[in-house]
């Protein structure tokens, strides 16, 4: 086996008047094109790269509008690239002795999501006009342009350099950089790097893949998650009549009893979504005025109908709003009710507008991964105890194009 593979340098732009030399026929591949979604093109717009093709040093990619790719690097680095962009794939090495990815990436303009995988050792710098980024391990989205760059970090942590000061990057904390002050802590991702993660992931088909985590997250996360999922979808060997269906739904009620057994009736929701139902167990002791709020609401049947507009893997599923855009509600604001809660999968808390913290209304989220930058910021008043697997199987999107909905929405003590 070889010692060394060339990898790859990543220039990243909006424009398409970047020129790089052609690839280098005798240069081992460093990757693979696992992906390619529409208009995906090589050094000139005649060249389309197709799916499954090796990508090699010093070659072009080129994405068109509503177009994306998902590269797989040799040592199981994935990148995803979103449309509109121009990335050239330039000299970094990969040494199988040392087991190490060594060398620099140059954003220019755009957005990219970059998850290493567990097993290699990485010490890469991504280098754009506002700061460089010192990489050893970790999966981010990063998100550029001429006025700042923005930097989300779900896993690992990301070191930055810049002229104005540093700053260290943990789990579930977002930075925004400009030309002229130093890295700013944000309280949440912004709507354009929201909407722009979400179209791309949207794009690419990530259905067995978990993007925002290494492979040796997502494996310890699927390991987590097998038991309930065999104990609750179990596969039947040969269609048979009603007495294997009575037994499945026995089976799942008895699932969904043995989650509720023991717990107060009267703080249980129910929520019954087009990808399943979830139980809801809200907190009155942490947030009672919001969790009051919300029963007023159910007991309205106000949330029956209403869909899940903005849906972010492995981050949070947002509802609420009447009008489906993100920023209406029932009108009566709701003062914090802040707690030392930690935002983690599962946890419900309370949208509202990020410059004020008393203005939350009738929209909430669903926690889908650690989200360490809402923690001490955002109310939180329920936690899912039974379904949170059917949150996986929203549509994703801000909004999605076929967005799943609420169909219902009930109090544990108004259900038979």
């Given amino acids: 086996m070889l010692g060394k593979f060339k990898f790859a340098a990543i220039i990243l732009t909006l424009g398409l008047g970047l020129s790089a030399g052609a690839p280098d026929a005798s240069a081992a591949a460093i990757g693979n094109a696992k992906q390619i979604v529409n208009k995906v093109f090589g050094r000139t717009l005649t060249r389309s790269i197709r799916a499954g093709e090796d990508m090699s040093a010093n070659q072009r990619i080129r994405t068109g509008r509503e177009s994306a790719a998902d590269i797989l690097f040799v040592d199981d680095t994935t990148l995803f690239v979103g449309e509109l962009s121009s990335i050239v794939l330039d000299e970094m090495v990969f040494d199988n002795?040392?087991?190490?990815?060594?060398?620099?990436?140059?954003?220019?303009?755009?957005?990219?999501?970059?998850?290493?995988?567990?097993?290699?050792k990485v010490d890469l710098k991504i280098k754009t006009e506002h700061g460089a980024f010192g990489i050893r391990g970790t999966a981010f989205d990063l998100l550029t342009s001429r006025a700042a760059t923005e930097i989300a970090v779900h896993e690992g942590q990301?070191?930055?350099?810049?002229?104005?000061?540093?700053?260290?990057?943990?789990?579930?904390?977002?930075?925004?950089?400009?030309?002229?002050?130093?890295?700013?802590?944000?309280?949440?991702?912004?709507?354009?790097?929201?909407e722009t993660v979400a179209k791309m992931i949207g794009l690419l088909d990530t259905t067995n893949d978990e993007p925002m985590r290494s492979k040796a997250a997502a494996k310890k996360s699927k390991a987590q998650d097998e038991p309930?999922?065999?104990?609750?979808?179990?596969?039947?060997?040969?269609?048979?009549?009603?007495?294997?269906t009575v037994a499945a739904l026995t089976q799942d009620e008895a699932a969904l009893k043995k989650?509720?057994?023991?717990?107060?009736?009267?703080?249980?929701?129910?929520?019954?979504?087009?990808?399943?139902?979830?139980?809801?167990?809200?907190?009155?002791?942490?947030?009672?005025?919001?969790v009051k709020r919300i029963k007023d609401l159910v007991r309205a049947k106000f949330y029956d109908g209403l869909t899940f507009h903005n849906v972010v893997a492995n981050f949070a599923a947002e509802t609420?709003?009447?009008?489906?855009?993100?920023?209406g509600g029932s009108g009566q604001k709701l003062k914090a009710e802040i707690s030392s809660t930690k935002f983690v999968r599962g946890v419900v808390g309370m949208k509202r507008n990020r410059n004020d913290k008393?203005?939350?209304?009738?929209?909430?989220?669903?926690?889908?991964?650690?989200?360490?930058?809402?923690?001490?910021?955002?109310t939180a008043w329920g936690r899912v105890i039974?379904?949170?697997?059917?949150?996986?199987?929203?549509?994703?999107?801000?909004?999605?194009?076929?967005?799943?909905?609420?169909?219902?929405?009930?109090?544990?003590t108004d259900v038979k």
């Fill in 386 to 412: 039974y379904g949170i697997r059917h949150t996986d199987a929203l549509k994703k999107g801000s909004p999605p194009s076929n967005p799943d909905s609420i169909k219902t929405m009930r109090l544990a």
């Fill in 228 to 244: 309930q999922e065999k104990a609750e979808v179990k596969p039947q060997a040969k269609p048979k009549p009603k007495t294997e």
């Fill in 97 to 120: 002795g040392a087991n190490q990815v060594s060398g620099s990436l140059e954003l220019l303009k755009g957005v990219l999501r970059f998850a290493s995988a567990a097993a290699v």
């Fill in 358 to 378: 008393d203005s939350a209304d009738s929209q909430f989220f669903i926690t889908l991964g650690a989200a360490k930058h809402l923690d001490g910021k955002y």
């Fill in 158 to 194: 990301v070191a930055i350099q810049t002229p104005f000061g540093n700053a260290s990057v943990g789990a579930g904390e977002v930075y925004r950089l400009t030309a002229a002050a130093a890295p700013v802590e944000l309280a949440e991702a912004s709507p354009a790097m929201v």
């Fill in 320 to 327: 609420g709003d009447p009008g489906g855009s993100g920023s």
């Fill in 259 to 290: 989650a509720i057994a023991g717990r107060n009736k009267a703080n249980l929701i129910y929520l019954d979504t087009t990808a399943g139902r979830l139980v809801i167990e809200t907190l009155p002791k942490l947030a009672p005025e919001h």
